[in-house]
């Protein structure tokens, strides 16, 4: 039988949920909290424990998108960390985008209307074509297609909604794949790559990168020295992607 609620019993059963969501965020907190305060560098993986996978750049861009509410500069918040009020901020923002910052949420949907060659605001079957190219740049083609199978439904199209939510998943896998490849090639094990291994790296992820592309990226990305983490592909990544 089908079990309706009154008005007063929907209001309780939200405002419970809401209490019980806010209290988890508050635990969370506080377990990586330092005098109240989170550590920038922290947001990652407190993030990761909600389910979101952040990069580098979607750090930086929430952080500073929630903190500017609230009259906080991001350089600010990397000094003396972020409160319990602007951490709420963030996830809110993180919710709202599937995980995404504003500018990386802009950037998809400017990369789906590319794709959405008829304007009908869905991509069908041969569109798809060029969404499974993009999204087997580093997945293998099956998992790619079991992807774009779930965002399309019964109705055989992606639309834009189930589009960012396909994007969430590629970058979880993504981030697995990649992170997980970075640490097979680093040899020595403290966690760096070298210049001739970080190239290495990329051409074996298929993405073909040369000398100079590389070392314009690093520069893009201000990041100096020899040695490479798998923070700084990420920070690398994206202006190598935007040349592509």
Sequence with gaps: PNTTFSASEAYWFFTRYEAQLAEERRNIFSEQAEDDKLPVAKLHDVAAKLDFTLLPRTCREVITEAGRSEGRSYKAMVRKGINFLIFEKILNLLEEREGFSREEHDDLHTLFGRMDKDCDEVLNDKEQAALSVYLSLFLDAKTAQVLIREASGDKGAVDRIHFVKLMRKHR?????????????????????????????????????????????????????????????FWQILQPLRERE
Excluded at 185 to 211: I, K, W, Y
């Design 172 to 232: 979880e896998l993504e981030y697995s794949y990649l992170n997980t490849f970075f640490l097979s090639l680093d040899a020595d094990g403290d966690g760096c790559l070298a210049p001739v291994e970080m190239l290495r790296f990329f051409r074996a992820s298929c993405l073909p990168v040369m000398p100079d592309s590389l070392a314009e990226a690093v520069c893009d990305c201000g990041l100096k020295g020899e040695l490479f983490s798998s923070s700084c």
